[in-house]
Structure formats: C-alpha cells, structure tokens
C-alpha cells in the first residue's frame, strides 16, 4: 500500500461531514510538524481552518484545501459503509475519496517527498486547510483570507485540490472560475376568482414575456477563457393550490453564471430594466455567490501542464466550467492560481470513489509542480 492512499484511508475514516473537521487537520499537522511546519489555528462558529507554513521567503506556494465532506445520504444505499474506506476493483470508496481527501493525501506525501529530495530550497511552502467548504463558506478560507490580509502575507501559487479530471487524471485543470448571482424575485398582482378576472391580475401571466426575454437575453459573448453568460430560471411558485384561484403574486428563482465579461452590478441593472420595461410590480432580492477569477495562462498555468505532462503523458485541458470554489476567496491575496485533482464523476453521490492509482500519479504531479516552481 503506498503512502498516498495509507494517508487517505486514514482521513476519509474520519466523518467530517460539514462544518466538522473531525481531527483531520491535527492529523495532517502532526505528519508536517516533523519537517518543520508551524500551525496557526482559526476556529469560527464550528468550523476549523488552519494555516501551515515552512520557511519566510518568497516564493510562498500554497495548497489548499477542504477537509469537509456532503452527508452521506442514505448509509444503506452504499456499497461499503461511506465512512469505511474499500478498495474494490481498483477503485477506493468513501465519502471524500474525491472530493477531497484524496488530494489533502497527495499534498501532504509530495511535500514529505519534495523537501526528502531537497532538505535546502529557497521560498516557503503552506497548507490552507479549511472545513467550511461544502458548507454556507461563510468561517471558512475566507477568514484564512482576511487573517493572510491582516498580516500582509501574498501568495504567489496556490494549487487546490478540487476534483477537475473528467475522464483520466490530468486530462483537466481549472484556471479561473465563472461568478454566480442569484436572485428571488416576487411578481405582484391582486388575487381573485378565475370567474373574474377582471377584478383580478394575474402574475404568471404578466411576468411570462419579461421571463421570455430574459431567458432569449444575450448577456455577453465570453472570451477566450469563458464560455457566455447564461440565465437560467430554477423555480417558479405561486398559487393557492386552487384550480379557481388566480394567484397574487409569484416567486420566482434564478441563477447567472457569469464570466469576466459581465459583472455582476450590470447583470442587476440589465435585469430590473427589462422588469421595468414589462410594467410589473416586483422584488428581487438578490445574492452574490461568487465574483469571477482567473489566472491566465502563465507561469503556474504552463509549469502545471509540464507537470501534468511529465507524470501522465497527457496534456490538459485548461478549463474555467464548474461550480464555484474556494479559489474565489484565495484569489484575493494570490497572484496566480489554478485546480488539479482527480476524477470529479462520483463527487457528492453515493459510492463515491477514485481510481487507487491515481493517488500516487497526483502526489507525483503535486511533487514536481513544486520542484518547478521553488529554487532548489
């Protein structure tokens, strides 16, 4: 058994499902402390976050990541029990084993390897670990992130762990990730019998051509690293529950997700006026997820394809398609960022799990990333 998957059977037996990190950073610093990383400890409202860190200088390159898994769901739908790691058929299950337990091993095992083979080098190496990720991410990196301001600490790499592998491991990374703006909005009209209605207003019936043309709305045309805006209604409620009712007023949900191209106070004002242009009484309360981020093609971008390259014989897709994740807050106090990790095709499901042979191949590709981007 090599030392990659040892570790990671290790941190997946430990049921941090959020915000609960269940031991797994002690466990991580206890392995670290023995090369010399210091720790620094941030607990909020339940969450653990923790900064780990070796030498002063610059370059400071970082890798960060989530101790935090989903729940499990239903216990009895697994194969194994979720907090059981198993190898079956090659492949390891557990809740976590991608997402992301799996690369916290193989940053832990490369920097063990790394500073092996060069006891002496120049700049420092860090762990932001968090266990706030999966979670409302409201005690989590983004305190780490506030903490690294205060004490006017930059990052000049960060590599997260995130799974980005669609089909093989290395096949792609991710260099930037699209915003996400939400928005409730409430449509007003007046409540009556569907008998009358003209002593009524019926909402849905008002709002569907302004929801027609936010659907046929061109946002932007994206770039070369974004794919186009896009708007997509998610929920639509109103009504008594009543075949005879017409309803007062209807709430409906949507969701952009956004490149560098829009911003997110643009995509507000399009919105309101096209509301506003269709003559409706309405509310929107709205929610900023996440701005965009992007790290473009340059030194960590190309040093992390060659190491991709090196290890697998693949070249990587840069890409900037997902959900959302940490690097929103990271990129803040960073100069350059991007994601490697392993298969993302069972994350948050049942049986989630990742090719045994991938966790030696992704501390090999974590190891050589950082023999490229530390003097030695």
Not at 58 to 67: C, I, Q, R, S, W
Not at 148 to 163: A, F, H, Q, R, S
Request: aromatic share 8%; hydrophobic share 35%; charged share 20%.
């Amino acid at each position: 058994m090599n030392d990659t998957l040892s570790l990671a059977k290790k941190l997946i037996s430990r049921p941090s499902v959020t915000p609960d990190d269940a031991g797994c950073q002690q466990l991580i610093y206890e392995r670290l402390s023995k090369l010399g990383f210091t720790q620094h400890v941030i607990k909020s409202n339940g969450v653990t976050n923790s900064w780990l860190r070796i030498g002063n200088k610059a370059p400071l390159v970082v890798f960060a990541g989530h101790t935090d898994v989903v729940p499990t769901g239903p216990e009895d739908k697994w194969y194994t029990p979720p907090f059981e790691p198993t190898i079956k058929e090659d492949l390891l299950f557990g809740r976590g084993a991608s997402d992301m337990k799996s690369s916290l091993a193989a940053f832990v095992t490369a920097i063990e390897s790394f500073i092996q083979n060069h006891p002496v080098f120049s700049g420092s190496l860090a762990l932001l670990l968090t266990s706030d990720e999966e979670g409302p991410a409201t005690d989590g990196t983004v305190k780490v992130v506030n903490w690294l301001k205060e004490n006017n600490t930059t990052i000049d790499y960060c590599i997260v762990g995130e799974p980005t592998a669609v089909e093989k491991l290395g096949d792609t990374i991710k260099n930037g990730r699209r915003g996400s703006l939400s928005g409730k909005l409430t449509v007003f009209g007046k409540q009556g019998h569907v008998a009358y209605p003209h002593l009524a207003s019926n909402p849905i019936h008002h709002c569907a051509a302004a929801l027609a043309e936010l659907a046929a709305t061109k946002w932007d045309e994206g770039n070369e690293y974004f794919p186009a805006t896009t708007f997509q209604i998610s929920n639509i409620q109103g009504g008594t529950g009543a075949t005879n009712v017409i309803p007062g007023e209807v709430h409906i949900l949507f969701n952009f997700r956004f490149s560098t191209d829009s911003t997110d106070q643009s995509l507000i004002d399009r919105t309101e006026a096209i509301l506003k242009k269709h003559n409706l009484t309405f509310n929107i309360d709205w929610q900023l997820g996440a701005k965009p981020f992007l790290t473009p093609q340059g030194i960590l971008v190309n040093r992390a394809c060659e190491a991709i390259y090196e290890v697998t014989g693949i070249e990587p897709e840069v890409s900037t398609t997902g959900g959302t994740s940490d690097g929103r807050f990271i990129i803040e106090v960073c100069k350059e960022l991007v994601e490697i990790g392993p298969s993302n095709a069972t994350i948050h499901q049942r049986n989630e799990s990742v090719k045994v042979m991938d966790l030696d191949n992704l501390s090999r590709i974590y190891q050589t990333l950082l023999e490229k981007l530390l003097p030695v």
